[in-house]
Each structure stands twice: as structure tokens, then as C-alpha cells.
Nanobody, 116 residues
Framework: QVQLVESGGGLVQAGGSLRLSCAASVTGSIFSLATMEWYRQAPGKQREFVAR????????EYADSVKGRFTISRDNAKNMMYLQMNNLKPEDTAVYFC???????WGQGTQVTVSS
């Protein structure tokens, strides 16, 4: 069973930065071989894809809305994934979730609020 726990959310002014973390409680080899993803869900909206990172960390993919501002990364030795969010905008306000798609596992989410 995979347990994912996000942290690092908070309240920040527009233009500011936050770094989200996702800790995976799972056998190390499972995490290091898994594609990992970040999603977000704003109030009243559907959950949407934010970023993806493949197992080695070399290949990444971003939603157009965050390209050039967000950076996804991972540390397979620590079973951790990160999302560095820079130049935050009010429209980035949402609950952010990490996901291990191969296991269908989601974290509980962390709230990010960007004030104008």
C-alpha cells in the first residue's frame, strides 16, 4: 500500500514562492520506478493536472498554465517529490495533491492560497 503525504502549502502574496513536498511511504524500489504527478483543485472546479516527472527525474511535463513558473523534482533516495512554485498568481490558489498513477494513490492535499 502506498501512502502519500503532502506538505508545504500556505498563504503567500502574488509574486511569491512556495515549495511543496510529497513524502511517499512505500518500498524504495517502487517509488524510484514510479512516475509521479502533481494535481490541483480550486474551489468549484475540477481537479487538474499540474506536472509530471518520470522515474529518473530527467523527463518532466507541465500544464501550460504553470510552465516557466513551477518546477517538479524528486529525490528517489528519500522517496520524496517536490514542486517549486515561483511567481505565484491568485489563480494558483487550490488544494495541491500528489499522485502515484501506477498505484492509483493520492495524498490528502495541501492548501495553497495566493493573495492579490
Amino acid at each position: 500500500q502506498v501512502q502519500l503525504v503532502e506538505s508545504g502549502g500556505g498563504l503567500v502574496q502574488a509574486g511569491g514562492s512556495l515549495r511543496l513536498s510529497c513524502a511517499a511511504s512505500v518500498t524504495g524500489s517502487i517509488f524510484s520506478l514510479a512516475t509521479m504527478e502533481w494535481y490541483r483543485q480550486a474551489p468549484g472546479k475540477q481537479r487538474e493536472f499540474v506536472a509530471r516527472i518520470l522515474s529518473t527525474g530527467i523527463i518532466t511535463e507541465y500544464a501550460d498554465s504553470v510552465k516557466g513558473r513551477f518546477t517538479i523534482s524528486r529525490d528517489n533516495a528519500k522517496n520524496m517529490m517536490y514542486l517549486q512554485m515561483n511567481n505565484l498568481k491568485p489563480e494558483d490558489t487550490a488544494v495541491y495533491f500528489c499522485k502515484m498513477p501506477s498505484r492509483g494513490s493520492w495524498g490528502q492535499g495541501t492548501q495553497v492560497t495566493v493573495s492579490s
